[in-house]
């Protein structure tokens, strides 16, 4: 376990390594909007690219909303160690498959598959968060004015993500719009529970 003012420049590098991928998954979902050439009528073209364009925007704020939590959670902690770094590693890798989980959902969004494959991506993504922050709770790496917060608010907000989207998947198999739709809850009532107050609030 090494205290983050003792390994600066290892721990930099570990929130950088975070930063970088989060900025390449984040860019590779553009990707994913394609506009056929020569189209002889573009604004045809645009609307029949709506799927798409739906896909880019839930997991554009999806991955917004992953970055900001994740960027609060290492700024609020102390220390770390090999098995927290071993854990944002599985983290990240769930981070990057949201483009290629993207994609599918935006050329297949009436599929029952390519919602229940987001949205297992999402669960992977949100539980190896929440791993983290009880990880780190349990473990004295988050500075002792901030546990409060973690423990009331970080913790509650990943379960509500997480049985959204466990709860859309079952909904899916009946009309997969709506189980699309539940996952708007996320952004109501998720950055709610999260934002009642600041991570060093006493």
Do not use: C
């Not at 989060?22 to 009528?41: C, K, N």
């Amino acid at each position: 376990m090494r205290h983050r003012d003792e390994s600066e420049v290892e721990f930099s590098r570990i929130v950088s390594f975070s930063d970088g991928v989060f900025a390449i998954a984040i860019t590779l979902l553009v990707l994913g909007l394609t506009v056929p050439e020569h189209s002889t009528d573009l604004t045809q073209a645009l609307l029949d690219n709506h799927n798409d364009l739906l896909a880019y925007a839930i997991s554009f704020a999806v991955l917004g909303k992953y970055w900001l939590s994740h960027h609060r959670f290492f700024s609020i902690l102390e220390r770390f160690d090999g098995t927290l770094m071993g854990l944002n590693l599985l983290y990240l890798a769930f981070i990057a498959l949201v483009p290629f989980t993207s994609g599918v959902l935006g050329d297949y969004d009436s599929n029952t598959a390519a919602i229940v494959l987001y949205a297992i991506n999402m669960i992977l993504v949100s539980g190896t968060f929440f791993a983290q922050v009880v990880y780190s709770y349990r473990n004295g790496l988050v500075r002792p004015e901030a546990r409060a917060f973690e423990r009331r608010y970080a913790g509650p907000a990943n379960l509500i993500v997480i049985g959204v989207f466990l709860v859309s998947i079952p909904v899916a198999f009946v009309s997969p719009l709506a189980a699309t739709l539940m996952w708007l809850v996320i952004f109501l009532v998720g950055a709610r529970v999260s934002d009642r107050v600041s991570p060093t609030s006493s």
